[in-house]
């Protein structure tokens, strides 16, 4: 049974920074993608970013040269860089490995999700 676990959710004002952490333990392929994913209130889930087994990553246009994406294999943990964040950031944000080397931004392929964590940006 994979298990994910985020943390670093929290609130901050418009133009502060936060950064996300997702704990990944069980057996899983060390080469899967793994992605971040955001759903505000009476929103869709959106893929945020996300980074394949060799480190090339991907990102929504929205959060480019905002956010980064990072990952310690070593470690087993995802990471999500969040800076000049804006009211529009707000959401409940989750990690999720997709089992695979590809990457996707279709949230429907991937395999194991966290429970979530929310971010809240106030201007």
């Known amino acids: 049974q994979v298990q994910l676990v985020e943390s670093g959710g929290g609130s901050v004002q418009a133009g502060g920074s936060l950064r996300l952490s997702c704990a990944i333990s069980?057996?899983?392929?060390?080469?899967?993608?793994m992605g971040w994913f955001r759903q505000a209130a009476g929103k869709q889930r959106e893929g945020v970013a996300d980074?394949?087994?060799?480190?090339?990553?991907t990102y929504v246009d929205s959060v480019k040269g905002r956010f980064t994406i990072s990952r310690d294999n070593a470690k087993n943990t995802l990471f999500l860089e969040m800076n000049s964040l804006k009211p529009e950031d707000s959401a409940v944000y989750y990690c999720a490995v997709r089992g695979i080397y590809l990457c996707s931004r279709s949230w429907s392929v991937y395999a194991y999700w966290g429970q979530g964590t929310q971010v809240t940006v106030s201007s």
């Open positions: 069980g057996y899983f392929d060390g080469a899967s993608c």
């Open positions: 980074i394949d087994g060799e480190g090339k990553t």
